[in-house]
């Protein structure tokens, strides 16, 4: 799993955590909700003002987001059998 997955995947379970739906995450960060579901899924980088806008929604800072992103990024490497 690479930092934009983890990221994507961090953001998911936050969003979780807190009852809220991607597509509602999307309406309270004003952004495009198809864009957001393209940053969740890692099909794009997200952009560090979309990531500051879901950030503030979840009531996390976005530096938290990607520290938590990094730590699941490196578990995720140090359990996957090489090769996969």
């Not at 799993?1 to 961090?10: D, R």
């Not at 309406?27 to 794009?44: F, G």
């Amino acid at each position: 799993m690479n930092l934009t997955e983890a990221l994507g995947a961090e953001i998911r379970a936050e969003a979780a955590a807190q009852r809220i739906t991607i597509a509602e995450l999307a309406k309270r960060a004003d952004v495009n909700r198809s864009s957001l579901y393209t940053w969740i899924d890692a099909k794009t980088a997200f952009p560090v003002q979309g990531l500051e806008a879901v950030a503030n929604v979840l009531r996390v800072r976005a530096s938290e987001l990607v520290a938590r992103a990094e730590q699941r990024s490196r578990t995720h490497r140090s359990v996957t059998p090489a090769g996969q």
